[in-house]
């Protein structure tokens, strides 16, 4: 097992269930469900599309509680695209790494162990839609970075992960990053 540190420069959260945007706090508590009262907070969710080999709409095991990023993959899709930043927010984070900038190559199975206990698992890379290509084209005035977001995200959008050991995620604090 590798070791690797990093450190939490935000945590978000989603202001209404319906949208994805979410915005910074100083803190988080989690439990086994994710963030309660956050958009995908729950131990089950309906599969969807993601999940071809099931109807949808059945109900599966939640592998997308928390979505994290890194700082440096944030700077390198921005660069891609021409623009100044990419915000978080943007994307619908819950988590901002910074000092692991290959965190949406980070294997699945790979754990991350909060200063404060909590314990959080990698379910996989969160795959690039033209959901967050739209805020992000909106918030800069430029349509076609709607379409161009999925490319230039690519290998770069981070991970999805779910919670193993409950506890609070806070700005600033140190994260060691298990790789298997």
């Known amino acids: 097992m590798r070791k690797f540190e990093a450190v939490v420069e935000a945590v978000l959260r989603t202001e209404h269930v319906q949208s994805f945007v979410t915005s910074k706090v100083d803190g988080l508590e989690v439990d086994l469900g994710g963030i309660p009262g956050d958009r995908h907070y729950g131990l089950l969710r309906p599969a969807d599309v993601r999940q071809k080999f099931y109807k949808r709409g059945t109900m599966i095991a939640n592998r997308r509680q928390l979505s994290l990023l890194s700082v440096e993959e944030c700077a ?38 909060f ?40 290998r770069k959008r981070g991970i999805v992960a779910s919670i193993e050991l409950p506890g ?5 604090d140190k994260v060691t990053v298990m790789v298997p």
Do not use: H
């Open 76 to 113: 390198q899709v921005a660069a891609a695209l021409g623009i100044a930043e990419i915000r978080p927010e943007w994307l619908g984070a819950n988590v901002l790494l910074r000092g692991y900038p290959e965190l949406t190559q980070l294997p699945p199975g790979a754990r991350l162990l």
């Open 115 to 154: 200063e404060s206990g909590a314990g959080i698992i990698n379910e996989g890379e969160n795959e690039p839609c033209t959901g967050p290509g739209r805020v992000i084209a909106e918030a800069v005035g430029d349509p076609s970075l709607t379409q161009r977001f999925v490319k230039a995200a690519w």
């Open 168 to 172: 609070q995620l806070r700005a600033g």
